[in-house]
C-alpha cells in the first residue's frame, strides 16, 4: 500500500508486474505496443493520445494521422486500457450554441476530469500552432472552447484541480515549425476563458543531454504527498535529427511555478524497435497517465516513434525517489 498519491482508487488500471531482472523504474508493457499501423480505415497511425477511467472501463481521445497525412483527434473506449475501438470519424467539435466549429488538424491531446467535465487540450491550428481546449460530459456533444493563449504553442496540459481557486495550464511556447528551442511555462485563470499570470516552470538544458534542445509538458500532472508530479519529454538535437525521451520533476503543490526536484536522467528513451523505428524514428511522447493511488501504480501512454501507442509502468514512491535521488536544480 502507499499513500502518496492523492486520488482515486482504480483497481482496473492496465498493469504488468515490473520483468524479473529488470532495475529500471520505468518498465514498457511486454505486449508493446498497443496500437498498430493502420488501426481504422481512414487512419495511418494512432499515437500520442490520451485515456481516461470512465465507469467500470475506459474512454479516449486519440490522435489519428489520416491516410492524406494530416492529424485529428477520434474517441474511443475500451474495456480493459490494452485494446481499444477508436471511431473512424473525428470528434465533431461545437460552440456554446451547437454549431459545428471543426478544427483545421489537431495532435497530441490531454485529457483530464475537472468537476462534471472532461477536458481535452491539443495542438491546435491558429494561423498557426496553438493550444487547442474544448470540453464534453457525455462524449457526444463535444464543445470547443477559446483558444487559451497565443500562437505559437503546443503541449498545453491542465492540472486536474483548481489551486487557490484558479484553474492552471502548462504550455510550451513554440514557433510554427519544428521548434529547436523549448520551455515549460505556466498560466492560470479563474473561469478557463481569461488565462494569465504567466510564468516560466523549467528550462531545456542541464547537465544531460537529452533534454538539451527543448522539452514539453506530458501527462496531466498526479497530486503527491510530495508535490505535483510531472512526467515531460525532452529533446536532444543529435546529427540524425530529434530524439524523444522522458523523466520527471515534481512541482510545488500550492504553486506550481516552483520545481522542487527535477531529475536528471532520463526514465525512458528509445530503445525499442517500435521507438526507434516507425514514421519519425527515436520518439517516445508520453501524454498521459492513469493511476491507482491505495497501490502507488501508475501506466503511461506514450507515442512510439508517431506511429504506435505504447504503454510503461512505474510506482509512484520508486519514482519520487528516484527523481530525488538524481535531483539537478537549473
Ligand atoms: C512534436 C509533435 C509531436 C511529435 C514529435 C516528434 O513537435 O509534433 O506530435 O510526436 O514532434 O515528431
Known amino acids: 500500500m502507499s499513500k502518496t498519491i492523492i486520488g482515486s482508487p482504480l483497481p482496473n488500471l492496465p498493469w504488468e508486474d515490473r520483468p524479473a531482472g529488470c532495475n529500471d523504474v520505468l518498465w514498457r508493457y511486454s505486449n508493446n505496443p498497443v496500437i498498430g499501423w493502420n488501426p481504422t480505415p481512414s487512419t495511418a497511425r494512432v499515437y500520442n493520445s490520451a485515456v481516461l477511467p470512465y465507469k467500470d472501463a475506459f474512454v479516449g481521445v486519440f490522435r489519428a494521422d489520416h491516410r492524406n497525412g494530416r492529424a485529428n483527434l477520434h474517441f474511443g473506449t475500451s474495456k480493459d486500457g490494452f485494446t481499444f475501438e477508436i471511431q473512424d470519424s473525428v470528434i465533431p467539435w461545437v460552440d456554446e450554441s451547437g454549431k459545428p466549429n471543426p478544427v483545421s488538424y489537431a495532435y497530441d491531446p490531454r485529457f483530464s476530469k475537472i468537476d462534471d467535465w472532461y477536458y481535452v487540450t491539443w495542438c491546435d491550428d491558429m494561423k498557426g500552432a496553438s493550444i487547442g481546449m474544448g470540453r464534453t460530459k457525455d462524449f457526444k456533444t463535444w464543445i470547443r472552447m477559446p483558444n487559451p493563449l497565443m500562437p505559437f504553442n503546443r503541449n498545453g496540459v491542465l492540472f486536474p484541480r483548481k489551486i487557490k481557486g484558479n484553474y492552471f495550464l502548462l504550455s510550451r511556447p ?30 531545456r538544458g542541464g547537465k544531460g543531454w537529452w533534454q538539451g534542445t527543448k522539452i514539453g509538458a506530458g501527462p496531466v500532472p498526479i497530486e503527491t504527498t510530495e508535490g505535483w508530479l510531472l512526467f515531460y519529454h525532452g529533446v536532444s538535437g543529435t546529427c540524425n535529427g530529434f530524439v524523444y525521451s522522458y523523466g520527471a520533476a515534481i512541482l510545488d503543490i500550492d504553486d506550481p511555478s516552483k520545481v522542487k526536484y527535477r531529475c536528471s536522467d532520463y526514465l525512458l528513451t528509445p530503445e525499442k524497435s517500435y521507438e526507434t523505428t516507425g514514421f519519425v524514428p527515436n520518439v517516445c511522447f508520453p501524454c498521459q497517465n492513469l493511476y491507482d493511488a491505495p497501490t502507488g501504480r501508475i501506466a503511461i501512454y506514450y507515442g512510439a516513434a508517431d506511429t504506435y501507442t505504447a504503454l510503461a509502468f512505474c510506482q509512484v514512491d520508486e519514482v519520487i525517489a528516484y527523481v530525488k535521488a538524481h535531483n539537478e536544480a537549473f
Open 174 to 203: 513554440s514557433d510554427s515549425a519544428h521548434t529547436p528551442f523549448g520551455d515549460i511555462f505556466l498560466s492560470e485563470s479563474p473561469d478557463m476563458i481569461y488565462w494569465g499570470k504567466h510564468r516560466h516552470v523549467m528550462g
